[in-house]
C-alpha cells in the first residue's frame, strides 16, 4: 500500500556493470541504494548533512570510499546521522549470477534494468515520489534513461518523477 505523503529519494550506485568479476579490480556485487527524505525535510536534512560533512571531511563530500576501512571512523559517521528522519533502501547484485550473454552485458541496458528495480519497488512504496539520480554518461543517455523509467512506471495512484543530479 502506497503512502501518500511527498519523499524525495536520492539513488545512487556502486560498483561497474562489467559481468566478467575474474578481472582484476571488478568486484562480484553492484549496489543500488535509495536514500528517502521526506519533501518537507530536504533542507533541514542537506543542512545537517552539510554539517556532518564539514566536520568530518572538511566540507568534501561524505564518500565510503574517504572513510574505507577505517570502522572507528565509519561508526562516528553513522551514530551522525542517526537523528536524521530518513528511509533506506539498498540493492545488491551479485553478478556472479547474471547470465553473460543476457542483454545486461550492455552498460545502457544494466543501468536501466538495475535501477527500475529499485525505482519500481519504492514508487510501489510511495505514492507522491521525486527520484533525484546520480548523473551518469552523457546528456542523451540521461535523457534515454528517463524516458525508459517513465515508461516503465504506469501507477494511476502514484505521482513519479525523475530527475539527475550531482553527487
Do not use: W
Not at 26 to 39: D, E, G, T, Y
Not at 65 to 72: L, M
Not at 92 to 116: A, C, E, H, R
Not at 148 to 158: A, H, Q, R, T
Amino acid at each position: 500500500m502506497a503512502r501518500d505523503m511527498n519523499y524525495v529519494a536520492y539513488v545512487d550506485e556502486s560498483g561497474t556493470n562489467e559481468l566478467d568479476s575474474s578481472k582484476n579490480g571488478v568486484s562480484h556485487l553492484f549496489v543500488c541504494a535509495a536514500v528517502l527524505v521526506k519533501q518537507g525535510d530536504v533542507e533541514c536534512v542537506a543542512d545537517y548533512i552539510s554539517k556532518v560533512a564539514q566536520r568530518m571531511c572538511s566540507g568534501a563530500e561524505i564518500k565510503s570510499s574517504k572513510i574505507g576501512s577505517n570502522h572507528i571512523r565509519r561508526m562516528k559517521f553513522i551514530e551522525s546521522i542517526m537523528d536524521i528522519d530518513f528511509k533506506c533502501y539498498a540493492m545488491f547484485i551479485n553478478k556472479s549470477n547474471v547470465d553473460k550473454k543476457s542483454g545486461l552485458k550492455f552498460k545502457q541496458s544494466y543501468y536501466k534494468y538495475i535501477n527500475s528495480l529499485i525505482y519500481e519497488k519504492i514508487s510501489r512504496e510511495y505514492a507522491n515520489l521525486h527520484i533525484i539520480a546520480d548523473s551518469i554518461g552523457g546528456r542523451d543517455y540521461m535523457e534515454s534513461m528517463a524516458k525508459y523509467l517513465k515508461g516503465k512506471m504506469p501507477n494511476l495512484l502514484s505521482k513519479f518523477t525523475h530527475d539527475f543530479g550531482d553527487s
